[in-house]
């Protein structure tokens, strides 16, 4: 598949000396050394000098790959995970093939110093091109709960593929690092339901469950609420905390008891009045502490969440800004103020809020994915298309898959005079997998597949993608408009009309405002 991609872009670049370097490699590791050599014949008439050259012409045949992914393998089992990369690089450079070697590759790097964001970045892209393998997204979630700060994810990934052996595996084990987190507890009770026969596992709660309660808990009572809390029963652990709130209104324990149980129930607002009242009256520990702070944080981000929903964009601006007040790294701010900026249509100041995103979080898929769109919407080309080539490695391989990234750089290049450029783009675009033709795919991802078949001239099959989403959809009125281009382009200006007069009255007169 990748030697099939490197001859699209030779046959309209045939003196593109990445596209030769990188089909002689691939020529080489599948063991066609014949094609191969003719291939690195090609190059050195253009570029003698080129390094690739010699590096290729060293390189193992299949069967040394073989031999090469074995020793990598053993490397990284050792916990050499920097040595397993040098040799996963030699074979695959930045961008591995889909499958085993994938995921090989992905978690090794994670192991290395500075790969866990990039090998994050990259099974994100795996799952996103593979949406019907759950190998990839598996992967994903079992990755997700190396990092306390992530765990909560990969956990709910996790859960939802019940009947993966390895998935299951991998939750256990991250329900067990989380056993002592009062908020993991109903998780890992859940786990038991389905699994009653790993007596280990509920061993371990129980100890963790003791532990804890015998740090906070001092009397039998404040035993048995906790123990309900930890079991899940949210309504008795509410009527436990209360009797002895009402008993004793100055019991911080009990109060910090209901904070962690507002905070399971989401309510952030509660949680906040509890967990102040615990350490008002003398429970001031680091976990009250950090939850206090984490439902101050939350709870912000939902009042802004949904403001934004509701399209109060000042309201939602002012509570995302609350928000990185509490945590100025948070992804998950950033990412929400930028997006505020994108639907207010304030790209240059969403452009510098992604870029802080980049400053947190250097492997940010989301982060330089949003400020290279946000330039080309400002219409800031230069802009764009330098931070298109200041991309990590892994990014720009996962960017490289990305349709609404593709389609914007080829109509950049296109502004910009440069065919060749817009070309290559435009075939990169064109091989992008396209599953069932696009039947499982999401309307905006639709409409983004949709435009790149407009700009190579596939009236046909963007029409059909268009009128997908205009029957899941009527009120899309972006969808309304390709479909009534992609007709009039085939020539078919009566059913162009027609798709005029079967748009909804209300989306039409609104749509009337709209020069395009």
């Given at each position: ?18 596209a030769?370097?990188?089909l002689?490699?691939?020529y080489?590791?599948i ?14 008439a253009?570029?003698?000098n ?6 290729i ?9 073989g ?9 990284a089992?050792?916990g ?13 450079g ?9 995921l ?31 190998r ?6 079992t990755v ?24 299951q595996?991998?939750?256990?084990q ?5 056993s ?7 998780e890992?009770?859940?786990y ?7 007596t ?68 952030f ?15 001031k ?38 928000a ?26 969403a ?18 994915r949003?400020l ?8 800031q ?9 200041r ?18 750089l ?21 091989a992008l997998p ?9 309307d ?23 009128a ?43 749509a ?5």
């Amino acid at each position: 598949m990748a030697a099939q991609l490197w001859q699209q872009i030779l046959l309209s670049d045939p003196q593109n000396t990445e596209a030769l370097a990188g089909l002689a490699k691939d020529y080489k590791l599948i063991g066609s050394n014949a094609l191969a050599n003719q291939t690195l014949d090609r190059l050195r008439a253009i570029k003698p000098n080129d390094p690739d050259i010699a590096r290729i012409e060293s390189m193992p045949g299949s069967t040394g790959e073989g031999e090469l992914l074995n020793q990598a393998g053993e490397l990284a089992r050792q916990g050499r995970n920097d040595d397993a990369m040098r040799i996963y690089r030699q074979l695959y450079g930045d961008q591995p093939p889909n499958g085993e070697i994938a995921l090989a590759y992905y978690q090794t790097l994670y192991g290395t110093a500075g790969g866990k964001q990039p090998a994050l970045a990259g099974l994100r892209a795996l799952v996103d091109r593979n949406p019907g393998d759950p190998r990839y997204v598996v992967a994903l979630g079992t990755v997700l709960t190396y990092d306390p700060h992530s765990r909560a994810e990969g956990i709910r990934i996790l859960q939802a593929h019940p009947t993966d052996s390895g998935a299951q595996q991998a939750l256990r084990q991250a329900l067990i690092w989380d056993s002592a987190n009062p908020a993991s507890a109903a998780e890992l009770r859940e786990y038991l339901k389905s699994h009653p026969g790993d007596t280990e596992l509920a061993a371990a709660l129980v100890a963790d469950q003791k532990k804890m309660n015998s740090g906070v808990a001092r009397t039998a009572a404040e035993s048995a609420a906790f123990a309900a809390l930890n079991a899940g029963h949210f309504d008795e652990a509410s009527q436990l905390f209360a009797a002895l709130l009402a008993k004793d209104p100055a019991n911080s324990r009990a109060a910090a008891g209901m904070g962690f149980l507002r905070m399971r129930q989401q309510d952030f607002a509660s949680a906040i009045t509890f967990f102040t009242q615990a350490e008002q009256n003398g429970y001031k520990t680091k976990a009250v502490a950090d939850a206090l702070a984490n439902s101050r944080f939350w709870l912000t981000m939902n009042q802004a969440t949904d403001a934004l929903s509701q399209h109060h964009f000042d309201i939602a601006d002012q509570k995302f800004r609350a928000a990185l007040a509490i945590d100025p790294r948070s992804v998950e701010a950033l990412n929400g103020l930028a997006s505020l900026y994108i639907r207010e249509k304030q790209y240059a100041t969403a452009a510098s809020v992604y870029q802080i995103l980049i400053n947190v979080q250097p492997a940010s898929f989301d982060g330089w994915r949003g400020l290279f769109l946000a330039n080309a919407r400002a219409d800031q080309y230069d802009q764009a298309l330098a931070t298109a080539a200041r991309l990590p490695p892994t990014v720009r391989a996962a960017l490289n898959k990305d349709p609404e990234f593709l389609h914007t750089l080829v109509a950049i290049y296109q502004a910009q005079g440069r065919t060749a450029d817009a070309e290559r783009a435009l075939t990169l675009a064109l091989a992008l997998p396209f599953p069932g033709n696009g039947g499982a795919l999401k309307d905006d991802t639709k409409l983004q597949y949709a435009g790149i078949l407009m700009e190579a001239r596939r009236f046909p099959q963007a029409a059909a993608l268009y009128a997908q989403v205009v029957a899941a959809d009527p009120a899309n009125i972006s969808a309304w408009m390709g479909l009534v281009s992609a007709h009039h382009e085939l020539g078919q200006d009566t059913e162009a009309i027609n798709d005029v007069q079967r748009i909804p009255a209300a989306i039409y007169e609104s749509a009337l405002g709209d020069s395009g």
